[in-house]
């Protein structure tokens, strides 16, 4: 006869009997006093060998089996395919990218990269450099279809290694552009930027009137007055765009350069807003030094040989290789996504007929705007952007269907590196970062409105927001 007895190794032995001990599994439970706990198995010397190897199989196999049935009840994650986990972590996957404008880099975001609030929940928070900035690499073009296809190519990289598994993308990513960054974003999401010149146009048809009227009759200064006090948003975008007609004249180069550094030294007064040192605003606009281009990291990287280049050089070459952005027609410019990024541009390619006016955004958008910027004039660049905005076709009352427009009165164009403005745009991305995911979008959309978040908190002052659609 075979006997069976379970007992850990402190137990005595059984005179007469072989004891034979076998471990539980990696990660197996210890007893009281810290010991790992093992099977023993007493077996009587009289059984033949063969009731010895059935009796141990059937035991060892029967323990374990109720070892890993326990286990897996207990901790079921464990035994799921780890392509399943990993599908399902990228279900509440988020990536927030941000792109910088004219004259800074990716460190003018640092405020919002360090954010604890944003991080939470494991969302990825990345700011790039745009070519010929910072520390990326110079461009031998900076026209769209070398710029945008860049940003585009950068962005799909990142989505493929922190949304997409299987070829298919899972979570949510939200773009977040300023200035130039601002101007890409726009591209990306409508191929164009259409709201400012249809702004003009309208504010053109409706001077002509007064203009062909006060040319048959000139004497009628009223007509004058009436004309221009319709074209005074023209004007005035225009005054605060002269650096733009400078950056494209041709210059000298010395004149140029200097023109470029009285402009630097205001942009970045304006920046710091007496809150950080001309020195360093200076440092992060200008980027790595030429120690930090020969640095290697640990892993074996360093910057690429352009950027080094740049750091040697100093002002002024480097800025007027940068004001090449302004030169080459990256705003308004024809764009042709190239093979490797023409498939990963939402609704690329088809028609724009029907009710759909050309130019409108492909995804929902939100825009801050400091009614004090001073480079741009409301009246131009952000009234009537909702005329394109997507009108949507799903169910409205999703967050991730609709678009905001934030206007902010007392900030300027860095509105974000100020502490009140750091805030609303934090909060902001919250919000959204929030309505990503399925379940919470619906409500949060119609208990919690975007601004009734923002105007929960006192200290973000005076903001209004219209969402679209309604």
Not at 57 to 74: D, E, N, P
Not at 331 to 337: H, L, N, Q, Y
Not at 373 to 387: C, M, N, P
Request: aromatic fraction near 10%; include cysteine.
């Amino acid at each position: 006869m075979t006997k069976y007895t379970f007992r850990t190794l402190s137990s005595r032995s059984t005179p007469g009997f072989s004891k034979l001990h076998f471990p539980f599994p990696d990660n197996t439970r210890r007893d009281s006093t810290g010991k790992h706990l093992h099977v023993t198995i007493i077996i009587s010397k009289a059984a033949s060998e063969g009731h010895i190897y059935h009796a141990i199989a059937v035991v060892y196999g029967s323990v374990t089996l109720a070892y890993l049935s326990i286990w897996y009840f207990l901790e079921p994650d464990t035994w799921r395919p780890e392509t399943e986990k990993r599908r399902e972590e990228l279900e509440k996957a988020k990536l927030v990218i941000f792109l910088h404008g004219f004259p800074d880099s990716a460190h003018i975001f640092s405020r919002l990269i360090t954010s604890e609030a944003l991080k939470q929940g494991g969302t990825k928070l990345v700011a790039l450099d745009l070519p010929g900035y910072g520390g990326s690499d110079s461009s031998d073009s900076y026209g769209p279809d070398q710029v945008l296809n860049a940003v585009a190519e950068a962005i799909e990289l990142l989505k493929r290694q922190y949304l997409r598994t299987d070829g298919e993308q899972r979570g949510a990513c939200i773009l977040v552009g300023h200035d130039w960054g601002g101007a890409i974003s726009f591209r990306i999401a409508a191929e164009t930027v259409p709201h400012a010149k249809a702004n003009i146009q309208r504010v053109a048809s409706k001077a002509q009137p007064h203009l062909s009227g006060w040319r048959r009759k000139p004497w009628e200064i009223s007509l004058f007055k009436s004309a221009y006090a319709e074209i005074d948003p023209v004007v005035k975008q225009l005054l605060k765009s002269s650096y733009i007609f400078m950056f494209n004249l041709p210059f000298p180069l010395t004149a140029l350069s200097l023109a470029v550094r009285q402009l630097l030294r205001l942009c970045h007064r304006e920046i710091s807003g007496g809150h950080s040192s001309d020195a360093m605003i200076t440092a992060t606009s200008n980027g790595p030094s030429e120690a930090e281009c020969v640095f290697r990291s640990p892993a074996g990287g360093n910057y690429g040989s352009s950027v080094l280049r740049r750091a040697r050089n100093g002002l002024p070459s480097a800025w007027l290789e940068r004001i090449r952005l302004y030169r080459e027609g990256l705003a308004t410019g024809k764009w042709t996504p190239n093979d490797s990024t023409k498939q990963h541009i939402f609704k690329y390619g088809e028609a724009t007929g029907g009710a759909r006016k050309y130019g409108t955004f492909n995804y929902p958008m939100t825009i801050i705007f400091g009614t004090h910027d001073l480079a741009f004039d409301t009246r131009i660049v952000l009234d009537g952007i909702e005329d394109f905005f997507d009108p949507g076709t799903g169910d409205k009352a999703k967050v991730s269907a609709q678009s905001h427009v934030i206007r902010l009165p007392g900030q300027g164009h860095w509105l974000f590196t100020s502490k009140r403005g750091a805030q609303i745009v934090e909060q902001v991305l919250l919000f959204l970062l929030t309505g990503s995911d399925g379940n919470t979008a619906v409500q949060a959309a119609t208990s919690h409105s975007l601004e009734k978040v923002l105007k929960q908190g006192s200290e973000l002052g005076e903001l209004t927001v219209a969402i679209h659609p309604q």
